[in-house]
C-alpha cells in the first residue's frame, strides 16, 4: 500500500527548551484512517501542527527527524505550502468562524483551485448545515461545528485530513455520527484522515491503525483491532478490563512501562 505520510523520528521543541514530540514515526497509507491516541498533554496536536505547519504561531520548531509527504520531504514548509499539497488540518480550537454564516463560512476558505467538493455537496453529506446555511456559525451546536469545519476541510481538497480532536466535549450519539462519516468520506472521496483523539474508543472504531502517544513518544501502535484487544489498552484507554488488586493508574503504569509493549 502506498505511503501518503510518513514522520520519521521526528522531535519538536516549544521556546527553544520544552520537548513536546520525541523520536515519532508514523505513517499514513494510502485510503486509510489512522489514529493517534493519548491522554491530554501526550503531544498530538504537537506532531499534528508539525505536519501541517502551523508551529511558528505558538514558537515551536522541529528541530529533529523528517516528514514526507507524497514522495517528497516536506519538514518545516509552511502552513498554506502545505495545504496546497493536500495536508488539510481540522485544528483543535476555532474551527469555525462564529460571526458569518455557514455558507459564509463554507465561501471563506475555498483556495484559487478546484475544490474536491463544492458547498452544495457539502451540503449534501451534512443535511443539517443546508438547513442552517444563513445561521451564524456561533449558533450552531458543537456536533454541528465540527460538521462545519470537516465541510470546510473538504473544499481544501485534502490528500490527508489531519483532524483533532473531533469528539471533544460531545454526546456520544454524536460522536458516533461523526466518526461514521469520517469513514464515509474516506470510502467515497478516497481521502486518508490522521484521527487525534483522547476518545479512544470512538477513534479505534473507525481506523485501520492506531498509535498512541504518551509524554511526547509513541508508545504502542498496532492495526486497530490488536489495540483494541490489548490488555493495557483496554484498561488505561478504553476503561474496560479492570483486574483486580488494581489501585493506581500510574502505579501500574509505571510498573508496565518498564517492559516493552509489543
Ligand atoms: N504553546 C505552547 N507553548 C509551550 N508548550 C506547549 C504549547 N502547547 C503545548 N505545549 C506543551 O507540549 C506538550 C504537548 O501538548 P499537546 O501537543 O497540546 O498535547 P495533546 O494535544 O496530546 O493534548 C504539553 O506538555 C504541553 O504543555
Ligand atoms: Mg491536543
Redesign the pocket.
Known amino acids: 500500500m502506498t505511503t501518503l505520510l510518513e514522520l520519521e523520528n521526528v522531535e519538536v521543541v516549544?521556546?527553544h527548551v520544552?520537548t513536546?514530540?520525541q523520536a515519532v514515526s508514523l505513517a499514513v497509507p494510502a485510503r486509510s484512517i489512522v489514529a493517534l491516541l493519548?491522554t491530554?498533554?501526550?503531544?498530538?496536536?504537537?506532531?499534528l501542527r508539525a505536519i501541517s505547519g502551523f508551529l511558528g504561531a505558538?514558537?515551536?520548531r522541529i528541530v529533529g527527524g523528517r516528514i514526507a509527504f507524497l514522495g517528497e520531504e516536506v519538514t518545516g514548509r509552511p502552513p498554506h505550502e502545505l495545504a496546497r499539497r493536500g495536508l488539510v488540518l481540522v485544528p483543535?480550537r476555532d474551527k469555525v468562524f462564529e460571526t458569518l454564516t455557514v455558507q459564509e463560512n463554507l465561501r471563506a476558505l475555498v483556495p484559487g483551485r478546484r475544490a474536491a467538493v463544492t458547498p452544495e455537496q457539502v451540503f449534501d453529506y451534512f443535511p443539517v448545515l443546508a438547513e442552517r446555511r444563513r445561521q451564524l456559525a456561533g449558533y450552531l451546536s458543537g456536533g454541528e461545528r465540527q460538521m462545519l469545519a470537516l465541510g470546510t476541510a473538504l473544499l481544501c481538497r485534502p490528500v490527508v485530513l489531519l483532524v483533532d480532536e473531533l469528539s471533544l466535549g460531545l454526546a456520544p450519539l454524536v460522536v458516533e455520527g461523526l466518526m461514521a462519516m469520517v469513514r464515509r468520506l474516506r470510502d467515497e472521496l478516497g481521502i486518508a484522515v490522521l484521527l487525534?483523539e483522547q476518545n479512544a474508543a470512538a477513534a479505534l472504531g473507525v481506523a485501520d491503525h492506531g498509535y498512541v502517544?504518551e509524554h511526547?513518544r509513541v508508545v504502542y501502535d498496532g492495526p486497530a483491532e490488536r489495540l483494541l484487544a490489548h490488555e493495557d489498552i483496554r484498561e488505561f484507554y478504553l476503561g474496560l478490563g479492570h483486574r483486580a488488586g488494581r489501585k493506581r493508574y500510574t502505579e501500574v503504569k509505571q510498573y508496565r512501562r518498564r517492559r516493552r509493549w509489543f
Not at 491530554?40 to 506532531?47: F, V
Request: hydrophobic share 35%.
Open positions: 516549544y521556546h520544552a513536546a514530540v493519548g491530554n498533554g501526550a503531544g498530538k496536536t504537537t506532531t505558538d514558537d515551536a483543535e487525534v502517544m511526547g
